[in-house]
Protein backbone atom coordinates (compact mmCIF):
# COMPACT_ATOMS: atom_id res chain seq x y z
CA UNK A 1 0.00 0.00 0.00
CA UNK A 2 2.95 2.43 1.32
CA UNK A 3 4.79 1.59 -2.24
CA UNK A 4 1.81 2.61 -4.47
CA UNK A 5 0.97 5.23 -2.59
CA UNK A 6 4.86 6.48 -2.35
CA UNK A 7 4.64 5.50 -6.63
CA UNK A 8 1.56 7.89 -7.08
CA UNK A 9 2.93 10.69 -5.05
CA UNK A 10 6.39 10.11 -7.04
CA UNK A 11 4.15 10.64 -10.26
CA UNK A 12 2.39 13.26 -8.98
CA UNK A 13 5.65 14.94 -7.77
CA UNK A 14 7.22 14.50 -11.89
CA UNK A 15 3.99 15.44 -13.46
CA UNK A 16 4.62 19.07 -10.85
CA UNK A 17 7.71 19.03 -12.07
CA UNK A 18 7.05 18.78 -15.37
CA UNK A 19 4.59 21.75 -15.38
CA UNK A 20 7.06 23.69 -13.34
CA UNK A 21 9.58 23.10 -15.79
CA UNK A 22 7.20 23.82 -18.88
CA UNK A 23 5.89 27.11 -16.96
CA UNK A 24 9.41 27.80 -16.48
CA UNK A 25 10.44 27.20 -19.82
CA UNK A 26 7.56 29.72 -20.91
CA UNK A 27 8.96 32.14 -18.75
CA UNK A 28 12.21 32.33 -19.46
CA UNK A 29 11.33 31.93 -23.04
CA UNK A 30 9.28 35.95 -22.70
CA UNK A 31 11.97 37.53 -20.70
CA UNK A 32 14.70 36.22 -23.30
CA UNK A 33 11.97 37.94 -26.11
CA UNK A 34 11.48 41.23 -23.74
CA UNK A 35 15.26 40.87 -23.41
CA UNK A 36 15.45 40.74 -27.33
CA UNK A 37 13.20 43.55 -28.01
CA UNK A 38 14.80 45.81 -25.24
CA UNK A 39 18.34 45.45 -27.21
CA UNK A 40 16.53 45.77 -30.44
CA UNK A 41 15.17 49.24 -28.89
CA UNK A 42 18.83 49.90 -27.25
CA UNK A 43 19.43 52.28 -25.93
CA UNK A 44 16.43 54.86 -25.57
CA UNK A 45 12.92 53.58 -26.33
CA UNK A 46 11.20 56.18 -24.32
CA UNK A 47 8.34 58.22 -25.50
CA UNK A 48 8.46 59.10 -29.13
CA UNK A 49 7.06 61.84 -31.58
CA UNK A 50 7.34 62.46 -35.55
CA UNK A 51 9.35 65.45 -36.80
CA UNK A 52 9.15 67.12 -40.21
CA UNK A 53 12.42 67.42 -42.20
CA UNK A 54 12.85 71.34 -41.46
CA UNK A 55 10.64 71.78 -38.46
CA UNK A 56 12.19 72.61 -35.17
CA UNK A 57 11.10 71.52 -32.62
CA UNK A 58 11.44 73.08 -28.79
CA UNK A 59 11.30 71.63 -25.09
CA UNK A 60 11.26 74.21 -21.94
CA UNK A 61 12.01 73.57 -18.55
CA UNK A 62 11.58 75.46 -15.90
CA UNK A 63 14.65 75.24 -13.81
CA UNK A 64 16.56 76.69 -10.56
CA UNK A 65 20.45 77.21 -11.20
CA UNK A 66 23.02 74.86 -10.96
CA UNK A 67 20.64 71.84 -11.98
CA UNK A 68 21.91 69.31 -14.39
CA UNK A 69 19.65 68.05 -17.45
CA UNK A 70 20.94 64.88 -19.56
CA UNK A 71 18.65 64.45 -22.58
CA UNK A 72 18.66 60.89 -24.86
CA UNK A 73 17.56 61.13 -28.30
CA UNK A 74 17.44 58.24 -30.74
CA UNK A 75 16.19 58.91 -34.47
CA UNK A 76 14.63 56.82 -37.02
CA UNK A 77 13.75 57.57 -40.53
CA UNK A 78 10.78 55.72 -42.56
CA UNK A 79 11.01 53.57 -44.95
CA UNK A 80 9.16 53.76 -47.74
CA UNK A 81 9.61 51.18 -49.44
CA UNK A 82 9.58 48.77 -46.77
CA UNK A 83 6.91 50.69 -45.08
CA UNK A 84 8.19 50.74 -41.51
CA UNK A 85 10.83 52.82 -39.46
CA UNK A 86 14.15 51.74 -40.18
CA UNK A 87 16.66 50.93 -36.68
CA UNK A 88 19.39 53.63 -37.28
CA UNK A 89 20.51 55.99 -39.76
CA UNK A 90 23.24 56.64 -41.35
CA UNK A 91 24.20 60.42 -42.15
CA UNK A 92 20.94 61.55 -40.52
CA UNK A 93 22.08 64.21 -37.22
CA UNK A 94 19.85 66.13 -35.31
CA UNK A 95 21.18 69.40 -34.32
CA UNK A 96 20.27 70.30 -30.28
CA UNK A 97 20.60 73.97 -29.37
CA UNK A 98 20.23 74.71 -26.08
CA UNK A 99 19.48 78.47 -24.24
CA UNK A 100 19.30 79.70 -21.10
CA UNK A 101 16.64 82.16 -19.90
CA UNK A 102 18.71 85.00 -21.07
CA UNK A 103 17.88 83.91 -24.71
CA UNK A 104 22.09 82.95 -24.79
CA UNK A 105 22.94 79.86 -26.14
CA UNK A 106 24.45 78.15 -24.04
CA UNK A 107 24.97 74.55 -26.03
CA UNK A 108 25.11 74.29 -30.05
CA UNK A 109 25.90 71.18 -31.21
CA UNK A 110 25.52 68.49 -34.03
CA UNK A 111 25.34 65.13 -33.17
CA UNK A 112 24.68 61.77 -35.15
CA UNK A 113 21.46 59.79 -35.33
CA UNK A 114 21.71 58.89 -31.72
CA UNK A 115 22.82 61.21 -28.95
CA UNK A 116 22.89 62.54 -25.61
CA UNK A 117 23.44 65.94 -24.42
CA UNK A 118 24.09 67.24 -20.89
CA UNK A 119 24.24 70.94 -19.73
CA UNK A 120 23.99 72.41 -16.23
CA UNK A 121 21.93 75.55 -15.76
CA UNK A 122 24.11 78.43 -14.00
CA UNK A 123 20.85 81.17 -14.26
CA UNK A 124 17.66 80.18 -13.01
CA UNK A 125 14.81 79.93 -15.44
CA UNK A 126 13.53 78.95 -18.40
CA UNK A 127 15.99 77.05 -20.58
CA UNK A 128 14.73 75.72 -23.78
CA UNK A 129 16.03 72.90 -25.60
CA UNK A 130 15.46 72.68 -29.09
CA UNK A 131 16.10 69.90 -32.03
CA UNK A 132 15.87 70.16 -36.05
CA UNK A 133 17.63 67.67 -38.18
CA UNK A 134 20.64 68.40 -40.38
CA UNK A 135 19.83 66.50 -43.42
CA UNK A 136 20.70 68.08 -46.62
CA UNK A 137 20.01 64.90 -48.37
CA UNK A 138 16.53 65.99 -48.94
CA UNK A 139 15.64 62.95 -50.95
CA UNK A 140 16.32 60.90 -47.29
CA UNK A 141 13.07 62.23 -46.30
CA UNK A 142 11.41 61.77 -49.44
CA UNK A 143 8.34 63.59 -47.69
CA UNK A 144 8.46 61.25 -44.63
CA UNK A 145 8.56 62.20 -41.29
CA UNK A 146 11.41 61.55 -38.91
CA UNK A 147 10.70 59.14 -35.50
CA UNK A 148 12.41 60.89 -32.57
CA UNK A 149 12.73 59.21 -29.45
CA UNK A 150 13.58 61.37 -26.51
CA UNK A 151 13.88 61.27 -22.69
CA UNK A 152 14.96 64.38 -20.43
CA UNK A 153 16.28 63.76 -17.13
CA UNK A 154 16.22 66.85 -14.49
CA UNK A 155 18.10 67.13 -11.55
CA UNK A 156 18.43 64.26 -8.98
CA UNK A 157 16.91 61.88 -11.79
CA UNK A 158 20.30 62.41 -13.68
CA UNK A 159 22.38 60.41 -10.74
CA UNK A 160 23.39 57.02 -11.76
CA UNK A 161 23.43 55.34 -8.17
CA UNK A 162 25.01 52.39 -9.34
CA UNK A 163 27.70 54.27 -10.65
CA UNK A 164 27.91 56.55 -7.17
CA UNK A 165 27.77 53.47 -5.24
CA UNK A 166 30.56 51.37 -6.94
CA UNK A 167 32.57 55.18 -6.87
CA UNK A 168 32.21 55.95 -3.13
CA UNK A 169 31.44 52.04 -1.89
CA UNK A 170 28.49 52.76 -0.65
CA UNK A 171 26.46 50.12 1.37
CA UNK A 172 22.80 49.86 0.17
CA UNK A 173 21.58 51.98 3.23
CA UNK A 174 24.49 54.35 2.79
CA UNK A 175 23.00 54.36 -0.88
CA UNK A 176 19.38 55.22 0.01
CA UNK A 177 20.46 57.81 2.43
CA UNK A 178 22.24 59.46 -0.44
CA UNK A 179 19.27 59.19 -2.97
CA UNK A 180 17.35 60.98 -0.11
CA UNK A 181 19.95 63.94 0.58
CA UNK A 182 19.80 64.71 -3.44
CA UNK A 183 16.01 64.59 -3.27
CA UNK A 184 15.74 67.08 -0.83
CA UNK A 185 18.85 69.20 -2.52
CA UNK A 186 16.94 69.44 -5.38
CA UNK A 187 13.31 70.37 -3.51
CA UNK A 188 15.48 73.29 -1.91
CA UNK A 189 17.02 74.41 -4.63
CA UNK A 190 13.35 74.49 -6.26
CA UNK A 191 11.55 76.46 -3.24
CA UNK A 192 15.04 78.71 -3.45
CA UNK A 193 13.94 79.58 -6.90
CA UNK A 194 10.05 79.93 -6.14
CA UNK A 195 10.72 82.94 -4.25
CA UNK A 196 12.54 84.48 -6.17
CA UNK A 197 9.62 83.89 -8.90
CA UNK A 198 7.27 84.83 -6.33
CA UNK A 199 8.97 88.29 -5.88
CA UNK A 200 8.86 88.95 -9.94
CA UNK A 201 5.73 88.27 -9.77
CA UNK A 202 4.96 90.33 -6.59
CA UNK A 203 6.90 93.57 -8.55
CA UNK A 204 4.93 92.75 -11.53
CA UNK A 205 1.88 93.35 -9.96
CA UNK A 206 3.18 96.01 -7.85
CA UNK A 207 4.39 97.94 -11.44
CA UNK A 208 0.42 97.33 -12.83
CA UNK A 209 -1.10 98.83 -9.71
CA UNK A 210 0.87 102.13 -10.19
CA UNK A 211 0.20 102.08 -13.76
CA UNK A 212 -3.40 101.40 -13.29
CA UNK A 213 -3.42 104.09 -10.43
CA UNK A 214 -1.46 106.91 -12.40
CA UNK A 215 -2.79 106.45 -15.86
CA UNK A 216 -6.08 107.40 -13.97
CA UNK A 217 -5.24 110.20 -12.33
CA UNK A 218 -3.45 111.29 -15.86
CA UNK A 219 -6.71 110.24 -17.55
CA UNK A 220 -8.83 112.80 -15.26
CA UNK A 221 -6.56 115.45 -15.68
CA UNK A 222 -6.44 115.20 -19.50
CA UNK A 223 -10.37 114.69 -19.87
CA UNK A 224 -10.80 118.41 -17.36
CA UNK A 225 -7.89 119.81 -19.22
CA UNK A 226 -9.48 119.08 -22.73
CA UNK A 227 -13.18 119.75 -21.67
CA UNK A 228 -11.56 123.39 -20.92
CA UNK A 229 -9.92 123.86 -23.88
CA UNK A 230 -12.62 122.83 -26.02
CA UNK A 231 -14.98 125.25 -24.36
CA UNK A 232 -12.56 128.20 -24.61
CA UNK A 233 -11.57 127.67 -27.98
CA UNK A 234 -15.31 127.14 -29.23
CA UNK A 235 -16.31 130.52 -27.23
CA UNK A 236 -13.92 132.39 -29.27
CA UNK A 237 -14.81 130.98 -32.03
CA UNK A 238 -18.20 131.76 -31.64
CA UNK A 239 -17.47 134.85 -30.33
CA UNK A 240 -15.15 135.68 -33.42
CA UNK A 241 -18.62 134.60 -35.72
CA UNK A 242 -20.58 137.12 -33.93
CA UNK A 243 -22.79 134.37 -33.11
CA UNK A 244 -22.41 134.57 -29.39
CA UNK B 1 16.39 29.04 -13.82
CA UNK B 2 18.00 32.61 -13.26
CA UNK B 3 15.83 35.15 -13.09
CA UNK B 4 17.89 38.42 -12.23
CA UNK B 5 19.28 39.45 -15.41
CA UNK B 6 16.29 39.51 -17.74
CA UNK B 7 14.36 41.23 -15.08
CA UNK B 8 16.44 43.85 -14.46
CA UNK B 9 16.33 44.32 -18.46
CA UNK B 10 12.78 43.99 -17.86
CA UNK B 11 12.73 46.44 -15.46
CA UNK B 12 15.05 49.48 -16.88
CA UNK B 13 13.38 49.53 -20.54
CA UNK B 14 9.87 49.69 -19.61
CA UNK B 15 9.49 51.48 -16.84
CA UNK B 16 9.94 55.35 -16.83
CA UNK B 17 8.64 58.91 -16.50
CA UNK B 18 8.80 61.82 -19.16
CA UNK B 19 7.98 64.84 -18.55
CA UNK B 20 7.81 67.86 -20.94
CA UNK B 21 6.84 71.00 -21.66
CA UNK B 22 6.21 72.05 -24.92
CA UNK B 23 5.07 75.31 -27.16
CA UNK B 24 2.02 74.12 -28.92
CA UNK B 25 1.02 77.09 -32.30
CA UNK B 26 -2.06 77.99 -32.85
CA UNK B 27 -4.37 75.77 -35.24
CA UNK B 28 -1.43 72.54 -34.35
CA UNK B 29 -1.44 69.22 -32.84
CA UNK B 30 1.21 67.34 -31.32
CA UNK B 31 1.31 63.64 -31.03
CA UNK B 32 3.54 61.60 -28.29
CA UNK B 33 3.84 57.72 -29.07
CA UNK B 34 4.90 55.08 -26.32
CA UNK B 35 5.28 51.29 -26.29
CA UNK B 36 3.68 49.70 -23.06
CA UNK B 37 3.16 46.17 -22.41
CA UNK B 38 0.27 44.94 -21.14
CA UNK B 39 -0.81 45.17 -17.52
CA UNK B 40 1.44 47.79 -16.84
CA UNK B 41 -0.44 50.95 -14.81
CA UNK B 42 -0.04 54.33 -16.74
CA UNK B 43 -0.67 57.84 -15.32
CA UNK B 44 -0.84 60.87 -17.95
CA UNK B 45 -1.22 63.86 -16.40
CA UNK B 46 -1.11 67.32 -17.97
CA UNK B 47 -1.11 70.98 -17.69
CA UNK B 48 -1.51 74.13 -19.95
CA UNK B 49 1.03 76.49 -18.83
CA UNK B 50 0.56 79.78 -20.25
CA UNK B 51 -1.86 80.92 -23.97
CA UNK B 52 -5.17 82.10 -24.31
CA UNK B 53 -8.02 80.35 -22.29
CA UNK B 54 -4.92 77.95 -20.58
CA UNK B 55 -7.14 75.01 -22.25
CA UNK B 56 -6.58 72.13 -24.52
CA UNK B 57 -7.96 69.20 -25.85
CA UNK B 58 -6.48 65.90 -25.15
CA UNK B 59 -6.93 62.43 -26.76
CA UNK B 60 -5.50 59.19 -25.20
CA UNK B 61 -5.49 55.84 -27.63
CA UNK B 62 -4.77 52.91 -27.21
CA UNK B 63 -3.26 50.32 -30.30
CA UNK B 64 -6.38 49.33 -31.39
CA UNK B 65 -7.49 53.22 -32.08
CA UNK B 66 -9.89 53.51 -29.09
CA UNK B 67 -10.69 55.82 -27.39
CA UNK B 68 -9.60 55.47 -23.97
CA UNK B 69 -9.67 59.09 -22.66
CA UNK B 70 -11.13 62.25 -24.63
CA UNK B 71 -11.47 65.61 -23.05
CA UNK B 72 -11.92 69.02 -24.76
CA UNK B 73 -10.76 72.48 -23.36
CA UNK B 74 -9.28 71.17 -20.25
CA UNK B 75 -6.88 72.82 -18.22
CA UNK B 76 -5.62 70.95 -15.84
CA UNK B 77 -5.88 66.54 -15.72
CA UNK B 78 -4.63 63.87 -15.20
CA UNK B 79 -6.17 60.08 -15.78
CA UNK B 80 -4.71 56.33 -14.75
CA UNK B 81 -5.24 53.61 -16.43
CA UNK B 82 -3.84 49.75 -17.50
CA UNK B 83 -2.56 48.62 -20.91
CA UNK B 84 -5.12 46.41 -21.94
CA UNK B 85 -3.01 45.35 -24.59
CA UNK B 86 1.10 45.41 -25.97
CA UNK B 87 1.54 47.94 -28.55
CA UNK B 88 1.86 51.58 -29.20
CA UNK B 89 -0.34 54.04 -27.07
CA UNK B 90 -0.69 57.47 -28.56
CA UNK B 91 -1.90 60.69 -26.95
CA UNK B 92 -2.47 64.14 -28.70
CA UNK B 93 -2.49 67.52 -27.88
CA UNK B 94 -4.99 70.43 -29.94
CA UNK B 95 -4.92 73.23 -29.93
CA UNK B 96 -6.95 73.58 -33.65
CA UNK B 97 -10.13 75.36 -31.64
CA UNK B 98 -7.43 78.13 -31.07
CA UNK B 99 -7.13 81.15 -33.65
CA UNK B 100 -4.20 83.04 -32.41
CA UNK B 101 -3.01 82.06 -29.59
CA UNK B 102 -0.15 79.48 -29.14
CA UNK B 103 -0.39 77.46 -25.52
CA UNK B 104 2.67 75.51 -23.54
CA UNK B 105 1.77 72.36 -22.35
CA UNK B 106 3.01 70.44 -19.81
CA UNK B 107 2.94 66.71 -19.31
CA UNK B 108 3.65 63.56 -17.03
CA UNK B 109 3.31 60.51 -19.00
CA UNK B 110 4.45 57.54 -16.41
CA UNK B 111 4.63 54.21 -17.01
CA UNK B 112 4.78 51.25 -14.30
CA UNK B 113 6.76 52.23 -11.50
CA UNK B 114 10.35 53.54 -11.04
CA UNK B 115 13.01 50.84 -11.31
CA UNK B 116 14.95 49.98 -7.83
CA UNK B 117 17.83 51.58 -6.95
CA UNK B 118 19.65 48.16 -6.70
CA UNK B 119 20.85 46.05 -10.20
CA UNK B 120 19.83 42.86 -8.50
CA UNK B 121 16.87 43.83 -5.82
CA UNK B 122 15.18 40.67 -6.25
CA UNK B 123 15.45 40.36 -2.32
CA UNK B 124 13.20 37.43 -0.92
CA UNK B 125 14.18 39.23 2.66
CA UNK B 126 12.21 41.91 3.94
CA UNK B 127 14.25 45.28 4.34
CA UNK B 128 15.11 46.49 7.55
CA UNK B 129 13.31 48.79 9.22
CA UNK B 130 15.70 51.66 8.13
CA UNK B 131 15.53 50.28 5.05
CA UNK B 132 11.44 50.55 4.83
CA UNK B 133 12.06 53.98 6.39
CA UNK B 134 14.23 55.09 3.78
CA UNK B 135 11.90 53.94 1.33
CA UNK B 136 8.68 55.74 2.90
CA UNK B 137 10.71 58.82 2.76
CA UNK B 138 11.48 58.45 -0.47
CA UNK B 139 7.98 58.06 -1.72
CA UNK B 140 6.73 61.05 0.66
CA UNK B 141 10.02 63.44 -1.14
CA UNK B 142 8.82 62.31 -4.51
CA UNK B 143 4.99 63.79 -3.76
CA UNK B 144 6.62 66.45 -2.85
CA UNK B 145 8.37 67.18 -5.88
CA UNK B 146 5.04 66.20 -7.67
CA UNK B 147 3.88 68.65 -5.88
CA UNK B 148 6.36 71.54 -6.09
CA UNK B 149 6.10 70.73 -10.28
CA UNK B 150 2.28 71.19 -10.31
CA UNK B 151 2.68 74.85 -7.92
CA UNK B 152 5.13 76.11 -9.86
CA UNK B 153 3.57 75.35 -13.37
CA UNK B 154 0.65 77.05 -11.68
CA UNK B 155 2.65 80.07 -10.39
CA UNK B 156 4.00 80.53 -14.08
CA UNK B 157 0.31 80.63 -15.23
CA UNK B 158 -0.53 83.12 -13.06
CA UNK B 159 2.34 85.21 -13.55
CA UNK B 160 2.17 85.01 -17.43
CA UNK B 161 -1.26 86.75 -16.79
CA UNK B 162 0.05 89.10 -14.36
CA UNK B 163 2.69 90.35 -17.49
CA UNK B 164 -0.05 90.32 -20.25
CA UNK B 165 -1.96 92.51 -17.66
CA UNK B 166 0.76 94.95 -17.13
CA UNK B 167 1.40 95.32 -20.68
CA UNK B 168 -2.36 95.45 -21.78
CA UNK B 169 -2.42 98.15 -18.62
CA UNK B 170 0.34 100.11 -20.51
CA UNK B 171 -0.78 100.13 -24.24
CA UNK B 172 -4.01 101.03 -23.29
CA UNK B 173 -2.67 103.90 -21.40
CA UNK B 174 -0.63 104.74 -24.38
CA UNK B 175 -3.60 104.41 -26.78
CA UNK B 176 -6.48 106.02 -24.60
CA UNK B 177 -4.34 109.48 -24.05
CA UNK B 178 -3.66 109.16 -27.60
CA UNK B 179 -7.35 108.26 -28.95
CA UNK B 180 -8.64 111.65 -26.42
CA UNK B 181 -6.22 114.07 -27.79
CA UNK B 182 -7.40 113.11 -31.69
CA UNK B 183 -11.05 113.19 -30.88
CA UNK B 184 -11.37 115.95 -28.70
CA UNK B 185 -9.20 117.63 -31.74
CA UNK B 186 -11.23 116.28 -34.42
CA UNK B 187 -14.38 117.11 -32.49
CA UNK B 188 -13.49 120.71 -32.26
CA UNK B 189 -12.58 120.97 -35.76
CA UNK B 190 -15.53 119.89 -37.21
CA UNK B 191 -17.60 121.99 -35.21
CA UNK B 192 -15.80 125.00 -36.56
CA UNK B 193 -15.98 123.49 -39.96
CA UNK B 194 -19.99 123.29 -39.86
CA UNK B 195 -20.47 126.97 -38.79
CA UNK B 196 -17.15 128.38 -41.76
CA UNK B 197 -18.21 126.90 -44.49
CA UNK B 198 -19.69 129.27 -46.96
CA UNK B 199 -20.89 132.65 -46.57
CA UNK B 200 -24.96 132.35 -47.57
CA UNK B 201 -25.03 129.59 -44.96
CA UNK B 202 -23.79 132.37 -42.32
CA UNK B 203 -25.88 135.09 -43.33
CA UNK B 204 -29.11 132.47 -43.46
CA UNK B 205 -28.08 132.24 -39.97
CA UNK B 206 -27.66 135.97 -39.64
CA UNK B 207 -31.46 136.75 -40.99
Known amino acids: MTMNNLGKSLVRMRSFTGSVKMVAVRMQFTLYLVLLLNIYNSFVSALYFHIGETEKKCFIEEIPDETMIIGNYRTQLYDKQKEEYLPATQGLGMFVEVKDPDEKVILSRQYGSEGRFIFTSHTPGEHQICLHSNSSKFALFAGGMLRVHLDIQVGEHTNNYAEIAAKDKLTELQLRVRQLMEQVDQVQKEQNYQRYREERFRQTSESTNQRVLWWSIVQTLILVAIGFWQMRHLKSFFEAKKLV | ?207
Open chain 2, 1 to 207: VSLSPQLCALMFSWIRASELTFELPDNAKQCFYEDIIIGTKCTLEFQVVTGGHYDVDCRLEDPDGTVLYKEMKKQYDSFTFTASRNGTFKFCFSNEFSTFTHKTVYFDFQVGDDPPLFPNENRVTALTQMESACVSIHEALKSVIDYQTHFRLREAQGRSRAEDLNTRVAFWSIGEAFILLVVSISQVLLLRSFFSDKKTTTTRVGS
